[in-house]
């Protein structure tokens, strides 16, 4: 079963997991602005230990 997280550029989860691609980009989608406001800088999308893609600013 695949596990999607997000995880900033310290490596530290900061999303997830969810079930599927789609509901991870749905909730980085609603969230983003708080991440950043709370200091994260970069997000990486994370299936298990293999980077799908990222790092993505999230000030871009």
Do not use: H, K
């Not at 995880?7 to 602005?33: H, I, K, M, N, Y």
């Not at 406001?37 to 999308?45: I, N």
């Amino acid at each position: 079963m695949d596990e999607w997280n997000w995880t900033s550029e310290t490596s530290a989860r900061v999303g997830g997991p969810f079930s599927s691609q789609e509901d991870a980009e749905a909730w980085l989608s609603q969230t983003w602005q708080d991440l950043l406001d709370e200091g994260v800088e970069e997000v990486s999308l994370m299936n298990g230990e293999e980077a799908v893609y990222g790092p993505m600013p999230l000030n871009a």
